[in-house]
């Protein structure tokens, strides 16, 4: 089992003194997002000049200013804030230091006038059309009808606001905020039992790879996900959810199938000590959880020790500590259920369809961790798939060549390093993961890497990687190297349970900040800490992920 890791550091803040005799500059708004919305909803407010900090600035919208509780976020070029009751559409202005900014106008949706088409009434989504009707993995699919929202995003602030204001008026029991997307069918095999009912499952359109391509009030288009099945599909909004409409998945150049779901409660937290600190200071804490896919489904909070400061993003959820005092003291546990179930493909190398789509582009690209333009790597993947042009043929030699020619060692080095790793010929778990993205980006493969842990038999974990390469047409194929068995070359078992999949690069929440980042970590992820002001020395402890129940 991974021992838990102790990171110790100093963060030193030199005091400077910074004078101006100028006057301050005034704010500009550029932008409003939405410009149409409802009392109550949470608006941005993009643009310049806002200060760094709220202080004794304030926003207005036709001439109401929000209560302080009303600001969720105060940047110099970014706010979010709660729009107040108001009656109708009015101008919204920043006000810092005595400068005003110019004014947007921001319209009441109940005072804009809707026409009447004839269509049937309801708030919830209706599908009229959907084009083609029949596809695979990574298909553009166009949906047409009505009542889908001015955009996706705006229906996911609005699902939020409903379970802020369940809080706000004392709701206590747990509040289930309803899915926002599309979704489409989804099977898993199951040994027989005439007398059990399934109830239909789904999966959604992905909303990190690129799986929404555009959504409007009276058209979505997306693109048909990984693991989709032929069956109904539905769009789901904060009103409701559409009548389901039968899509066929069909032409996939093989079969894939998910089997053997095993349940996990997994458990971790991180404990934090300050030892020098002056106010004001904030620590913001990027905590991951189980990431979902279509083998890692129906991911749910058991239990947590506090509320997080943003939700979910991206599966990390940002905790904010402020005004830390020397001497403190605090622990954060989390509790999560997570569905894992094996993996089982059979692709027809001949009968891909080798089209390029926005995947290709993407999951392909050259980055600080994969460093798939290396001359080094490339020459040695021309070497080993010759003039292969298709990219399963293409992923299986590299595997073959991982597994013939770098010795991959079980423990983890510290000091792992993928070009190291490939002129040693030698490799942990995590470079020889890697690698294999590397070589197939290297190859023109679109390809990820995952992080997570490894669940033995008896329930105990290690940090483990592995890899997934994109098949258009057929899906994300797994392949584990640090198995050292052809059998994870496109098959998975149910011990894996992954917490991000590809790099999760997040970004820096406030100016001047001290981030922090940890390598080789069970996420892999850009930030995990970011220490804000007068916070000059902490420590921190990120727990191991422990097993705490394990259901078959």
Same mark, same amino acid.
């Given at each position: 089992m991974a021992n838990k890791f102790f990171l110790h550091f100093f963060l030193i803040l030199l005091p400077f003194a910074f004078f101006c005799s100028c006057s301050p500059i005034a704010p500009v708004i550029t932008s409003i997002d939405p410009k149409i919305g409802r009392m109550g909803e949470v608006i941005t407010l993009t643009g310049n000049n806002f200060g760094s900090s709220r202080d004794e600035s304030y926003v207005t919208i036709a001439d109401i200013s929000p209560t302080s509780s009303s600001y969720y976020l105060w940047q110099n070029d970014l706010i979010i804030v709660r729009v107040p009751e108001l009656g109708e559409a009015g101008l919204v202005y920043v006000n810092v230091k005595g400068k005003k900014s110019n004014g947007l106008l921001f319209s009441n949706y109940a005072s804009v006038p809707k026409p009447f088409d004839g269509e049937e009434l309801g708030l919830e989504p209706k599908i009229s059309s959907i /084009?083609?009707?029949?596809?695979?993995?990574?298909?553009?699919?166009?949906?047409?009808?009505?009542?889908?929202?001015?955009?996706?995003?705006?229906?996911?602030?609005?699902? /939020?606001?409903?379970?802020?204001?369940?809080?706000?008026?004392?709701?206590?029991?747990?509040?289930?905020?309803?899915?926002?997307?599309?979704?489409?069918?989804?099977?898993?095999?199951?040994? *027989?039992?005439?007398?059990?009912?399934?109830?239909?499952?789904?999966?959604?359109?992905?909303?990190?790879?690129?799986?929404?391509?555009?959504?409007? *009030?009276?058209?979505?288009?997306?693109?048909?996900?990984?693991?989709?099945?032929?069956?109904?599909?539905?769009?789901?909004?904060?009103?409701?959810?559409s009548r389901p409409v039968f899509f066929d998945v069909s032409e996939k150049p093989g079969t894939k199938n998910f089997k053997d779901k095993r349940s996990y409660t997994v458990s971790y937290s991180v404990d934090i000590r300050v030892t020098e600190a002056a106010k004001p200071n904030t620590l913001y804490l990027w905590v991951p959880k189980p990431v979902s896919s279509s083998s890692q489904r129906n991911i749910n909070l058991v239990s947590r020790t506090a509320e997080p400061f943003v939700e979910n993003y991206r599966s990390v959820s940002l905790y904010k500590l402020d005004n830390l005092t020397p001497g403190a003291y605090h622990s954060i546990n989390f509790s999560y259920s997570t569905e894992v179930y094996a993996v089982e493909t059979n692709v027809k190398p001949q009968a891909i369809k080798q089209e390029a789509t926005p995947l290709t582009d993407r999951y392909t690209q050259n980055t600080a961790l994969i460093p798939s333009n290396d001359q080094k790597i490339k020459s040695a993947v021309v070497s080993i798939i010759g003039k292969e042009q298709n990219p399963y043929l293409k992923a299986k030699a590299i595997y073959d060549w991982l597994l013939a020619n770098i010795h991959i060692f079980s423990s983890s080095s510290a000091d792992s390093n993928i070009i190291t790793a490939f002129d040693n010929k030698s490799a942990d778990q995590y470079s020889a993961a890697m690698l294999f993205v590397t070589m197939a980006r290297a190859a023109g493969v679109p390809c990820i890497p995952v992080a997570g842990v490894l669940v033995d038999s008896s329930g105990k974990t290690t940090r483990h990687y592995w890899a997934e390469f994109w098949i258009n047409g057929f899906g994300w194929v797994p392949a584990d190297p640090a198995m050292g068995s052809e059998y994870y070359f496109g098959n998975m078992d149910n011990h894996h349970i992954a917490f991000s999949r590809g790099e999760l690069v997040l970004s820096q929440m406030e100016n001047r900040s001290r981030m922090v980042s940890h390598k080789q970590s069970y996420s892999l992820q850009n930030v995990w800490e970011e220490a804000v002001g007068g916070l000059e020395s902490y420590s921190s402890l990120w727990g191991d992920i422990t097993i705490s129940g394990i259901y078959q």
């Open positions: /084009s083609p009707q029949t596809g695979a993995p990574g298909s553009l699919i166009i949906i047409t009808g009505n009542n889908f929202g001015v955009s996706r995003e705006i229906s996911l602030q609005a699902a /939020s606001q409903q379970a802020a204001a369940h809080q706000t008026a004392g709701g206590h029991e747990a509040v289930i905020q309803p899915a926002i997307g599309v979704f489409f069918s989804w099977d898993y095999d199951s040994p *027989a039992n005439p007398f059990m009912v399934r109830e239909p499952e789904f999966i959604e359109v992905s909303g990190t790879e690129l799986g929404y391509e555009s959504w409007s *009030a009276r058209e979505i288009r997306v693109r048909l996900p990984d693991g989709a099945v032929s069956g109904n599909f539905e769009v789901r909004t904060s009103n409701g959810i």
